[in-house]
DNA sequence: ATAGTTGTAGAACAGGCGTTCTCTATGTCC
DNA sequence: GGACATAGAGAACGCCTGTTCTACAACTAT
């Protein structure tokens, strides 16, 4: 006769305080918790008992162990999602205001700039990123709003169809559009598809850099 | 005479490839590096080079140390920044069809259905979160493109000039608008100034939530 | 009753790991 | 040259920490 076997990923009071105390330690701290810490964290008798039950946390899978390493205690859940990138604001773009190109070598982690926390399927990866915060409503045909932020991947030339930030030279002018080179000029198509396209001489738009991804908060 | 203090927050390439490799480390095993992890991955001669180098990280602000604790070394950013929060998405909206009302058991952790990973900027702390992804052009009114995610808080009731998600119950449609009650009446403004609002009597509209955010995902 | 499983206790071992002390080499400023 | 700050090398000390071994109680299945 087959036995029935409790699958079970379910925690005693126990395990799910040492869960508890594993993840809160590591928010304070910033690092894991030793088996004492979490002896002493949980009120458990001894390391014995400790070691025992997070072997069981991580055959089900809520922690991974490795093995004769001190505080060799990950989760599996903030190990696979990549942590967010800070990206720096590094201006604002509005009509009739030039965009301060980033300089490398300014805002790392240490640069006091504003940054903003970005998921990283925004960024797929790529470090050359920064932020632009929109003023003004001049950005509406593209869908993009007063407040706004705007990612940016920094590029020297894009492909017919991205959504660049382009710098007009003559107009003085930056705004957001969809890039077309058509021979000698080039056609800047709104994301709003009633809106009307822009042509301008390829040697009157610079490129500032490739829009990936818009933020928006509201309320 | 008084002596010119240089104030760098430049590092020497030792000191950067220590960096690097304590993200690296951190970003493969989940847990810090000890001082001898990073004494062989540097090509180190000393332990006391690392140290004396990490003590001159931790005072630029790279990296944060806690003495005397093993693999004591968290990393400020990743540290400050709350852990980015998984935000379900629950379903699609579309003009001419329904929103599912969020099932708040279903949508934890275990679920599989698919979820964003949200900058806690934009949730402020609100856990009552969760996501649409936009089918479709008819929100361009909205400055909503298609293929956006919207976040939505779970309300019952909004105050004017939220922007909400609303289900017309006549016209069997789903869109999202700034609401305004005004008496029996309700108006419902574009985000878009240059839009006309709609007007519906008060019972035919039915609040499904509150936007509280928009992310983009361009190319 | 007996054997097996699960959960808990306590202690000891051995290596991991941060710290610190001494020594050396290289510049810089006067 | 001499004083001083910076940077590195090597080794030793001693606590920290994961691991493991033994023992014990409670429960279950046969």
Redesign the pocket.
């Known amino acids: 006769?087959s036995?029935i076997v409790r699958r079970t990923v379910e925690l005693?009071d126990?395990q799910r305080c040492m869960m508890d105390y594993i993840t809160a330690f590591w928010r304070d701290c910033g690092y894991?918790?030793?088996?004492?810490?979490i002896v002493s964290g949980c009120s458990?008798?001894?390391?014995?008992?400790?070691?025992?039950?997070?072997k069981?946390l991580e055959r089900k899978g809520y922690i991974r162990?490795?093995?004769?390493?001190?505080?060799?205690?990950s989760l599996p859940h903030l190990l696979s999602a990549d942590h967010p990138r800070q990206v720096p604001v590094i201006g604002v773009i509005a009509a009739g205001q030039p965009i301060p190109v980033p300089d490398s070598d300014l805002w790392d982690a240490t640069s006091g700039a504003e940054t903003v926390e970005v998921p990283d399927s925004l960024m797929k990866g790529h470090s050359d990123v920064y932020a632009l915060r929109v003023k003004g409503n001049s950005m509406t045909d593209a869908l993009i709003n007063d407040g706004d932020i705007v990612l940016m991947r920094h590029v020297n030339s894009v492909d017919n169809g991205d959504m660049a930030a382009v710098w007009l030279r003559d107009e003085k002018e930056a705004t957001l559009k969809k890039f077309y080179a058509e021979g000698a000029r080039v056609r800047l198509q709104p994301a709003n598809s009633a809106m009307q396209p822009i042509y301008a001489p390829a040697e009157n738009v610079e490129i500032q850099g490739r829009v990936i991804g818009v933020i928006r908060r509201i309320g």
């Open positions: 006769m036995r005693s126990r894991p918790p030793s088996i004492r810490d458990l008798s001894s390391t014995s008992v400790a070691d025992y039950n997070l069981i162990r490795h093995r004769e390493v001190s505080r060799g205690i």
